[in-house]
Antibody, heavy 114, light 107 residues
Framework: EVQLQESGPGLVKPSQSLSLTCSVTGYSITSNYWGWIRKFPGNKMEWMGYISYSGSTSYNPSLKSRISITRDTSKNQFFLQLNSVTTEDTATYYC????????WGQGVMVTVSS | DIQMTQSPPSLSASLGDKVTITCQASQNINKYIAWYQQKPGKAPRQLIRYTSTLVSGTPSRFSGSGSGRDYSFSISNVESEDIASYYCLQYDNLPPTFGGGTKLELK
C-alpha cells in the first residue's frame, strides 16, 4: 500500500525558509510524480509543484523563485523548500502522488509567525 | 490558470437524500476532473477521477458526470459517513487547480 508522511517544523519565522520532508513507503519515487499541495485557513487549496520520476520539476508560477522540490531516492523521500516565507504561507501542507493526487499524506500544519 | 467554480459552498441534506455538486471550469478540461472528500483533520481522499471513474473502494452511491467545462458530482443516498467537505480538481492543465469546496452537513 502506498503511504506518504510529511514531517517538519510546525512554526517558521517570517523571512526564513520552510523545509518539509515527505517519506514514501510502498512505492518507489522513481516512478510517477510526487508533489506538494497546501490548504490555507479558509479552505483554499493550492498545488505548489512536483518532482517527476526522472527528477525533473514543475512549479506553480505563483510561487515564482521561492520554491524548490528535491529528492533522495536512496531514502525514498522528497522535500519541499519554500524561501522568504510570510504569514500568507501559513497553511496545512500535504504531499501527494501524481498530478491528480491519488494518494496523500496526512498533512502538517505550518504556522509562519514571529 | 484554469479557474474552477464550485457550487454550492455548503449543502444541507437528510440521510437518504440525493445531493449534487457542480464545478465549472473557465475552459474545456477534457474530462480531466477528480473529486475528493475531506473530513476534519484528515487528508483528502480521492473518490472519482477522469470525470466518472470510481477509485477503488469508493461506494457506488457516488457518481460523476460532465464534459467540456461543466461537471457534476452526486451522492445518491446520503449516509452519515458522507458528512464532509468535497472538492473538485482539474488536472488537464498545469497548474492543477481546485474548486473552492462544498461542505455537506446533515439537515
Amino acid at each position: 500500500e502506498v503511504q506518504l508522511q510529511e514531517s517538519g517544523p510546525g512554526l517558521v519565522k517570517p523571512s526564513q525558509s520552510l523545509s518539509l520532508t515527505c517519506s514514501v513507503t510502498g512505492y518507489s519515487i522513481t516512478s510517477n510524480y510526487w508533489g506538494w499541495i497546501r490548504k490555507f485557513p479558509g479552505n483554499k487549496m493550492e498545488w505548489m509543484g512536483y518532482i517527476s520520476y526522472s527528477g525533473s520539476t514543475s512549479y506553480n508560477p505563483s510561487l515564482k523563485s521561492r520554491i524548490s522540490i528535491t529528492r533522495d531516492t536512496s531514502k525514498n523521500q522528497f522535500f519541499l523548500q519554500l524561501n522568504s516565507v510570510t504569514t500568507e504561507d501559513t497553511a496545512t501542507y500535504y504531499c501527494a502522488r501524481n498530478n491528480y493526487f491519488d494518494y496523500w499524506g496526512q498533512g502538517v500544519m505550518v504556522t509562519v509567525s514571529s | 490558470d484554469i479557474q474552477m467554480t464550485q457550487s454550492p459552498p455548503s449543502l444541507s441534506a437528510s440521510l437518504g437524500d440525493k445531493v449534487t455538486i457542480t464545478c465549472q471550469a473557465s475552459q474545456n478540461i477534457n474530462k480531466y476532473i477528480a473529486w475528493y472528500q475531506q473530513k476534519p483533520g484528515k487528508a483528502p481522499r480521492q473518490l472519482i477521477r477522469y470525470t466518472s471513474t470510481l477509485v477503488s473502494g469508493t461506494p457506488s452511491r457516488f457518481s460523476g458526470s460532465g464534459s467540456g467545462r461543466d461537471y457534476s458530482f452526486s451522492i445518491s443516498n446520503v449516509e452519515s459517513e458522507d458528512i464532509a467537505s468535497y472538492y473538485c480538481l482539474q488536472y488537464d492543465n498545469l497548474p492543477p487547480t481546485f474548486g473552492g469546496g462544498t461542505k455537506l452537513e446533515l439537515k
